[in-house]
């Protein structure tokens, strides 16, 4: 079994930076396809990026603004975010993806161990 965990969530000004963290602890834990999605108030599950078990990475619709990245050593993949604007308060939520698939994609119904979710919240 594999647990997730984020962290470093926490309250922004517009335009300001935040990173997020993803923990996995478990076999293989260093090793797979990792998801950031979010929730928005009011609004379904968004997919942000995703890494792949190589590294490559993807990001969606706040491609330029959000970067994922991946320290094995620590079995963490980490979310940058620059430029936050009120729009990117949401609930951040980690996920994994244990199938080993040649590429990640945000596809939710791929990944089958979730964390509980980090609280932006960007406001003035």
């Known amino acids: 079994q594999l647990q997730v965990l984020e962290s470093g969530g926490g309250s922004v000004r517009p335009g300001g930076s935040l990173t997020l963290s993803c923990a996995v602890a478990?076999?293989?834990?260093?090793?797979?396809?990792i998801g950031w999605f979010r929730e928005r108030p009011g609004r379904e599950r968004e997919g942000v990026a995703c890494?792949?078990?190589?590294?490559?990475v993807k990001t969606y619709i706040i491609e330029g603004r959000f970067v994922i990245s991946r320290d094995r050593a620590k079995k963490t993949v980490y979310l940058e975010m620059n430029n936050l604007q009120p729009d990117d308060t949401a609930v951040y939520v980690c996920?994994?993806?244990?199938?080993?698939?040649?590429?990640?994609?945000?596809?939710?119904?791929?990944?089958?161990?979730w964390g509980q979710g980090a609280h932006v919240t960007v406001s003035s």
């Open positions: 890494i792949s078990h190589d590294d490559e």
């Open positions: 478990g076999e293989r834990s260093d090793n797979y396809n």
């Open positions: 996920a994994v993806d244990p199938q080993f698939r040649g590429l990640c994609a945000v596809a939710q119904h791929w990944y089958s161990y």
